[in-house]
Structures are given as C-alpha cells and as structure tokens.
Nanobody
Framework: QVQLVESGGGLVLPGGSLRLSCAAS????????MAWYRQAPGKQREYVAA???????NYADSAKGRFAISTDNAKNTVWLQMNSLKPKDTAIYYC??????????????WGQGTQDAVSS
C-alpha cells in the first residue's frame, strides 16, 4: 500500500507564498508522474501541476507563471511552491501519484489533502 502525506497548508494573505510538500511511502515503483490537484468549496477537483521522475513539468493555466512543482526522487517527495496567491487559490490541495503494475495496470494514490486558505 502507498501512503501520501501532504503538509504546508495554512492561512495566507493575498499575494503571499506557500510551499506544500508531499511525502510518499510504502510500495513505490514504476512512477509515471506525481501531481497536485485542488478542490475549492463547492467545486470539483481540478488539476494543478505534474512532474515526471525525469523532471518534466506541466501546469494548468491557473498555476502557470505562479506555481512551481519539483521533486526529489530519492526521497519520493514532491513540492508545490505557490507564489502570488489569490483568494481563488483557496482549496484543499491533494497530492497524487500514478504508478503502473507488472501488466501496466494503472494505480492512482491520493493523499488526504492539506487546506490552503488565501484571505485577508
């Protein structure tokens, strides 16, 4: 079983910054990518950013230019640096890892989420 634990959430002023971390433990292998998603109150969960083990990154339009995703493969950890935060960034942020089994069966594992509130 794989466990993902997020940390770093909290209350932030508009324009401020926050750095989220996600540490994966358990049976970690054949990682396709790790990613961050978020879910705002009353809205569906949305994609934020992703990174491959090789370091290739991808960002949603909402995050592009403000957020940066990074990873440490040796530590099975992924970070999300968030700058110039806006009230619309208020959400529960979830870490996700996509791995493949021996017959290329996909396995998605999710963390419990960490709350980020951007408000004055």
């Amino acid at each position: 079983q794989v466990q993902l634990v997020e940390s770093g959430g909290g209350l932030v002023l508009p324009g401020g910054s926050l750095r989220l971390s996600c540490a994966a433990s358990g049976s970690i292998f054949n990682i396709d990518h790790m990613a961050w998603y978020r879910q705002a109150p009353g809205k569906q969960r949305e994609y934020v950013a992703a990174i491959s083990p090789a370091g290739t990154t991808n960002y949603a339009d909402s995050a592009k230019g403000r957020f940066a995703i990074s990873t440490d493969n040796a530590k099975n950890t992924v970070w999300l640096q968030m700058n110039s935060l806006k009230p619309k960034d208020t959400a529960i942020y979830y870490c996700k890892v996509l791995m493949y089994g021996p017959e290329s069966m996909p396995y998605n594992y999710w963390g419990q989420g960490t709350q980020d509130a951007v408000s004055s």
